[in-house]
């Protein structure tokens, strides 16, 4: 090889190298270097606070408890639209 040769393939690789950081940049932009405000939590405590009476009282009706409607008592029966 001629020094010619290398210093152009010096040159092309510089070029290409300043052509493809300038694209990128293009692409993603520059590097966010400002503040961003952020919502902090109050410290947790050890001490336990009572639940709400007017929601979790004893006459209040449990979920978790499986209720099982049959057709044992009186009213009227009703079929799905389209059955006989």
Known sequence: MKKTDIA???LIASV????????????????????????????IDSSIVDPSPDIFNKDAINPAVQVQINGTGSGSSTTAPGTP
């Open 8 to 10: 152009m393939i010096i």
């Open 16 to 43: 290409s190298v300043l052509v493809s950081y300038f694209v990128a940049r293009s692409f993603f932009g520059d590097v966010y270097s400002g503040t961003a405000k952020v919502k902090t939590i109050d410290k």
